[in-house]
């Protein structure tokens, strides 16, 4: 018997020790062009799909000689096939067997490669010369030629059951190590795995509740197809672990108990899958413009949603904060192991948020593993490196990121253009002291700058930054107890300058000189009691406490015109400048117990105080699963959620000097989750949420995006009574871990505010009045449709669908003079009275890897609103006189969101 080694089946091998490589002489500079060429490129870089074999039977099990992991280094340029194959077996000392009749012997080869193992060497000049390397039993080497092209493929069959009750297992999730392809079981626990690559392989069982099992060195042959009879074991699954909260996502989730929404493959072939906010959209319940990287939750603004970096609260995580609140997360997807989105009816441990949760943990390297990644794409280029060390008990992750639109803008020749800077560094240093204890420590810092020359010759400047520091230490006292204590420090700055001129005259009508700094400092602990196996405790605090600065002037300027030369000025100035300081305190106690098999119950409790706002607020909680069977659960979940303002959200630009009172949300949650035998997995959820104390809002009509949007004659100040969210959510996935994989979302949602009044220019205009809200969408659809007919090309395409958003229109009036003229001025209409068009768009996402001895080379071309559909995003009103009817009347320009738009990619990435 024989066995198969391909360029392929060796980088699948776990052989204990790994191909290790030396880095690159030179980083090729790679242009958008190249970028586009080799994305297309239909070139195989590989001969592991080869045929022409002995015949082998799958279950063999052979290793790879000891002499052909020898370390060697070649480089040989324009020799014969045979020579090449001499030198490599004399230094890697071994014997090679062939026939000369059968092998191009004089075909010429090329080889230079350093400190590598002597099989990858052999197989490098392999791929040239469409040979392969069987080994016997033995350990004798023998050089044949391919069949077929190279295009050997065959299938993997077997059944999955139970190893305790023997029953079958179906919906289990089958997978191939490097390959890319995969399947679930049937009703029967029975899979087929159709068109592998012909070479040694790794293939990965998976089942919820199960031990996850790997089988490995399975010998693929051209001549049988295996079949494997695997048995998985029941994991023991603690309480904890246990989800009880409806309205949870796991994206690239890991555990017994995660049944995964989004997986990293799911995201790296979506539209905007390296901004991990943009990704997030697709899930039902979510709101978001194409401009912006920030979503709301169930009609819940941004800033209602908690954001946890390995236990860290983030403020404004966004970078180019002045494009509608930020267009990309200040976080590298590719340094993110996963995460949790919990939009509503969250636990007792997450406070002082009115709507959701997004909870991400960073990458950890695996074991005996390092590396490294490097990425240029549209918006940015990026490097991520992460590795062991000390034996595995030490790990680290180091992820940086640097925006170049304004070097692509210089480029371009534009005059003036805005010149957007922004960057972020992401590290963690982890290290296992003891069986017990484990320290980490985190840093992250983010960095805007923009200056700005409008084509009205406003001069924009502005900067935003976000450092943050934590020490992380996780103790374990015994199997039952946990507890984890964060300590940690960080700082928010912002600086925003800007002249406003009327027109092109030179005469200025506003100033605005912003700066704001906030430091914090914070200490947090969290406990974790397995009791027994129906009762477990959590309970924890978080101390904050912050500093401020902020020092705010505005000189805004109301200009008549008397005639070209000559004008009329009335100023209003604003000046606020204070230091507030003071601490929050959270505590709680989440109690969770199973009160019998099938339900399982968390009853929470939390303590807020806010030493601004004056507030002691107590935030019962309770969720609840009912497992309807192994497929099956209920979940429900009720609350009430406070929010207190945070001390770096004193709304200073808005004439404000002091903080609001505490918000409520009273959250409503039911669902059901099931995987059908045919793998789909289907989740329905019903909410409804009602807001209460929510402060006074400032709001502008025209939905023009302004950097200082509270100078413009726009602005209203809204007080509000109340508001309501409800809705019904649908989310169905069917991930067999085949070719095609696809999934959906549906959302009927209603979202209204309840307006006592609105004040403009100092005039207050009584409503008392449901309206709906900002981001109001009745229907939205998410459709996405994936294909990988082999683990070097992905392609996506999706479709999105949601009723246009209320505004507020612009309408013409009229009123007659004492003197009988007749006066035309605008106005607005009804507070949200119109909405725009529906909007709609499809995109396609291509990616293509490419597998070299030197790591994985992947680009990709995302094209966004194919088929260029005109989404309406705001209305310009401007007055054209009508000669003929002698009067004025309102012309109306649609501004749009994202027409066709294309960008590419391509990243990097190597284990060293």
Avoid at 635 to 657: K, L, T
Wanted: net charge negative; with cysteine.
């Amino acid at each position: 018997m024989q066995s198969i080694i391909t360029k392929q089946s060796a980088e699948d091998l776990t052989l204990g020790a790994r191909v290790k490589r030396t880095k690159m002489k030179a980083l090729v500079t790679i242009g958008m062009s190249i970028c586009l060429f080799v994305l297309l490129c239909q070139v195989s870089l590989f001969a592991q799909e080869s045929g022409a074999f002995l015949k082998i039977h799958g279950s063999g099990q052979q290793k790879i000689p000891n002499s052909l992991l020898t370390r060697v280094s070649v480089n040989l340029a324009g020799v014969n096939f045979e020579n090449a194959l001499a030198v490599i077996s004399e230094k890697g000392d071994f014997k090679l067997s062939y026939s000369r009749t059968r092998i191009p012997v004089s075909k010429k080869v090329t080889i230079e490669m350093e400190n590598v193992y002597a099989l990858e060497a052999l197989l490098d000049v392999l791929e040239e010369t469409g040979t392969e390397l069987l080994v016997s039993p033995e350990g004798e080497l023998l050089i044949v030629p391919l069949k077929d092209g190279g295009k050997g493929q065959v299938a993997i069959t077997g059944q999955v059951v139970d190893a305790e009750t023997k029953e079958p297992l179906w919906g289990t999730n089958i997978s191939i190590a490097g390959t890319g392809l995969g399947a679930a079981s049937g009703p029967l626990g029975k899979f087929i795995i159709e068109s592998v690559p012909i070479g040694i392989r790794t293939v990965q069982f998976s089942h919820i509740g199960y031990e996850l099992q790997r089988v490995e060195s399975i010998v693929i042959s051209s001549e049988e197809s295996p079949h494997l009879a695997v048995e998985l074991r029941p994991e023991t699954i603690s309480l904890s672990q246990v989800i009880v909260t409806p309205s949870q996502f796991s994206i690239m989730g890991k555990g017994p108990t995660v049944k995964q929404t989004l997986t990293r493959e799911d995201l790296e072939i979506v539209p905007f899958g390296e901004d991990i906010y943009r990704a997030t959209k697709r899930l039902p319940g979510i709101a978001a413009s194409d401009f912006s990287a920030k979503f709301t939750v169930r009609g819940g603004e941004n800033e209602e949603i908690l954001v946890l970096l390995d236990g860290m609260e983030l403020y404004e995580p966004f970078h180019l904060k002045d494009f509608e609140g930020g267009a990309i997360s200040i976080i590298d997807a590719a340094a993110i192991d996963g995460i949790d989105l919990m939009t509503g009816g969250f636990s007792a441990e997450f406070g002082d948020r009115l709507s959701g949760v997004f909870n991400i943990k960073s990458t950890r390297a695996t074991p005996n593993e390092s590396r490294t990644s490097l990425g240029l794409s549209f918006m940015n280029a990026r490097i991520m490196s992460a590795g062991t060390f000390a034996e595995n008990k030490g790990a680290w992750l180091v992820s940086a990121r640097r925006g170049y639109l304004d070097l692509v803008l210089d480029l371009m020749g534009e005059e003036d253009p805005p010149r957007p800077v922004y960057y972020d560094f992401l590290s963690k240093v982890e290290y296992q002291l003891d069986a017990k204890h484990t320290l980490s420590v985190n840093f992250l810092r983010a960095g805007d700058r923009l200056d700005y020359v409008e084509d009205d010759d406003d001069e924009d400047k502005t900067g935003y930054g976000n450092t943050y520091g934590w020490l992380t230490s996780s103790y374990i006292p015994s199997s039952k107890l946990f507890v984890q204590s964060l300590a940690s420090f960080g700082r928010i700055s912002r600086h925003r300058e800007g002249t406003g001129f009327e027109g092109r005259t030179g005469v200025f009508n506003f100033v605005v000189a912003d700066d704001k700094n906030v430091d914090l400092f914070g200490f947090k602990q969290d406990w974790n009691l397995d009791i027994s196996k129906r009762w477990f405790l959590r309970w924890g605090y978080d101390l904050k406490y912050f500093r401020a600065n902020y020092d705010y002037q505005s000189i805004l300027r109301d200009i008549t015109w008397l005639s070209p030369q000559d004008y009329r000025v009335a100023s209003d100035t604003s000046r606020i400048d204070i230091s507030p300081t003071g601490n929050k305190l959270g505590a709680y106690l989440s109690n969770r117990f199973q009160l019998y098999a099938p339900l399982t119950v968390e009853v929470g409790l939390r303590f807020d105080h806010n030493s601004f706002s004056g507030d002691d607020l107590f935030s019962p909680r309770l969720n609840a699963v009912y497992a309807l069977g192994k497929q099956t659960s209920l979940r429900a979940g009720w609350g009430r959620f406070y929010q207190s303002q945070g001390v770096h959200e004193v709304r200073v630009h808005n004439g404000e000097d002091g903080f609001f009172a505490t918000q409520l949300a009273k959250h409503y949650v039911a669902g059901l989750e099931h995987t059908f035998r045919n793998g789909l997995n289907l989740r329905l959820e019903g909410y409804y949420k009602d807001y209460s104390d929510l402060p006074v809002a400032y709001r502008n009509l025209t939905n023009e995006i302004e950097i200082f949007p509270e100078v413009q004659d726009d602005r209203f100040r809204l007080n509000l009574s109340g508001a309501k969210s409800k809705g019904i959510e649908a989310y169905v996935k069917y991930d067999r871990g085949g070719k095609v994989t696809w999934w959906a979302s549906y959302a009927l949602a209603k979202v209204n505010e309840d307006v006592r009044s609105a004040i403009h220019d100092g005039t207050e205009y009584r409503a008392d009045t449901e309206f709906p809200g900002r981001f109001d969408q009745r229907h939205s659809l998410y459709l996405d449709l994936n294909y990988r007919p082999n683990r070097r090309w992905h392609l996506n395409t999706s479709w999105q669908y949601h009723t246009g958003w209320p505004f507020t229109e612009t309408v013409l009036r009229s009123e007659q003079l004492p003197d009988g003229s007749t006066q035309y001025y605008s106005t607005f209409g009804v507070y949200h009275g119109t909405r725009y068009p529906a909007y709609h768009r499809m995109d396609l996402t291509i990616n293509r890897h490419f597998y070299t001895s030197r790591g994985r080379i992947s680009t990709f071309l995302a094209l966004t609103n194919v088929y260029n559909h005109t989404n309406i995003r705001n209305i310009d009103y401007r007055w054209v006189w009508d000669a003929e009817r002698n009067r004025p009347f309102l012309d109306e320009l649609n501004e749009h969101w994202f027409r066709f738009l294309p960008s590419i990619g391509v990243s990097w990435s190597w284990e060293h």
